[in-house]
């Protein structure tokens, strides 16, 4: 079972650390992320179990809330950092009213003492209420549709695309003691480069240097506290194989009903290699019914994302289907200018990028992910941790050359 391997007090320093990494490293952009600083408000994100699965940290630049760090605090995972989030603001107080706002038109006479979000199908959200520690009611984040109650499902079989389950409960118990070690091993080389400092009372007078503080992001400071090298390598899609003609290439979709996670995916792809395909016959031709009677696509019938792959492009695009998807094919595909399809348990989104860094301890391999949810919407994660997801299936396109 789960152990709880970070607290509320911990997670603005981590976050800032692990930021701070990523920004050396110029896995963030500097004009973006410079003087961003860490702030204390973050969101507990619970495990369907009860139990906080990880910590969504907002950042801000001035006065503006400009994105969020998700910070892990289960053994569900091994490393702190789960993905960053800039250009899409966090306010959970705001989305809290929102929600309850949803929630009293769709139950009247509804009563609770509690609100809370879950991850209910991770990483996709939703809003519990409670009365007394019990659930009332529980809507899914952006579309405030009720979320169906747990299900038994087969041994094996993955979860469906609207689908309530467990992070905690379906990490085998094996993998959560050694996620519990890889993480404390990370945590502690932390605190031996940048070990707390105590708070100074009054700020210093203006020429005393000032403290390395890790919840303020700053390149040139954090390079004197961490005094190591770093290994990095980063691509994201352009037009061609020349990395120096990179514009804009490739769009976030977002699913138009919330179980059209593929058919949003698949229009992705399609759009990439200028395919104009409406949603709505994608999903037609997947068989995921319509916008006013939708339906996910069943795990018997992942392969059918490769059929329509081909038959919309005339098998001008051959697709392929990975069962066992590695970061070695993430990168590759990458490299030869080609998105990705990526399946983990109960969501599809696509793969459009990677950053690489390493260094004697620190390692971190992300992924340039664009998400179909939240639906009509969608949200870009710059950087997804590879060693933090299941990658249940990938596809590939590859475009046939005459």
């Not at 079989?157 to 992070?167: A, Y």
């Not at 976030?252 to 992705?268: F, I, Y």
């Not at 916008?291 to 697709?319: E, F, I, K, M």
Request: net charge positive; aromatic share 12%; proline share 7%.
């Amino acid at each position: 079972m789960s152990e709880k391997i970070i607290d509320a007090s911990r997670v603005q320093r981590i976050a800032g650390l692990e930021l701070n990494a990523l920004l050396y490293s110029k896995a963030l952009p500097l004009d973006v992320f410079q003087g961003a600083r860490i702030i204390s408000a973050a969101t507990p994100i619970y495990d369907i179990s009860g139990d906080v699965l990880f910590y969504r940290v907002p950042f801000v630049k001035g006065r503006s809330r400009i994105g969020y760090a998700d910070i892990a605090a289960s053994s569900a995972f091994s490393q702190p950092l789960l993905g960053v989030n800039y250009g899409w603001a966090w306010d959970e107080k705001s989305q809290i009213e929102q929600v309850a706002s949803v929630a009293r038109k769709q139950r009247k006479n509804i009563k609770f003492n509690q609100t809370r979000f879950v991850a209910y199908s991770y990483p996709k959200l939703a809003v519990q209420f409670l009365l007394n520690e019990q659930e009332i009611m529980m809507l899914e984040w952006a579309t405030w549709k009720p979320v169906p109650k747990k299900q038994p499902r087969k041994t094996g079989e993955p979860p469906s695309n609207f689908e309530r389950w467990s992070l905690i409960e379906e990490t085998p118990e094996e993998n959560h003691q050694k996620n519990l070690k890889k993480f404390k091993e990370r945590i502690s080389h932390w605190e031996d480069i940048c070990p707390p400092l105590p708070r100074p009372k009054r700020p210093p007078k203006p020429k005393k240097p000032i403290e390395f503080l890790p919840e303020v992001l700053d390149v040139v400071k954090f390079e004197k506290v961490i005094k190591i090298a770093l290994v990095v390598k980063s691509r994201e899609l352009h037009y061609s194989h020349d990395d120096a003609d990179h514009f804009p290439c490739y769009e976030l979709r977002g699913q138009l009903t919330n179980v059209w996670c593929v058919a949003a995916s698949v229009q992705m792809i399609l759009d990439f290699y200028r395919y104009n395909y409406q949603q709505t016959r994608i999903a037609n031709d997947l068989g995921l019914g319509t916008l006013t009677n939708p339906n996910g696509l069943p795990y018997s019938r992942d392969n059918d994302v490769v059929t329509v792959l081909q038959n919309l492009t005339t098998n001008a695009l051959t697709g392929n289907m990975n069962t066992n998807p590695s970061w070695n094919e993430f990168v590759n595909e990458i490299k030869e200018n080609r998105p990705l399809v990526s399946f983990i348990p109960g969501h599809s989104r696509t793969v459009a990028g990677y950053t690489f860094t390493s260094s004697t301890w620190y390692f971190f391999r992300g992924l340039l992910v664009y998400d179909p949810w939240p639906p009509t919407t969608g949200v870009i994660t710059r950087w997804e941790n590879f060693d933090t997801q299941t990658y249940r299936r990938t596809f590939t396109a590859q475009l046939t050359l005459v």
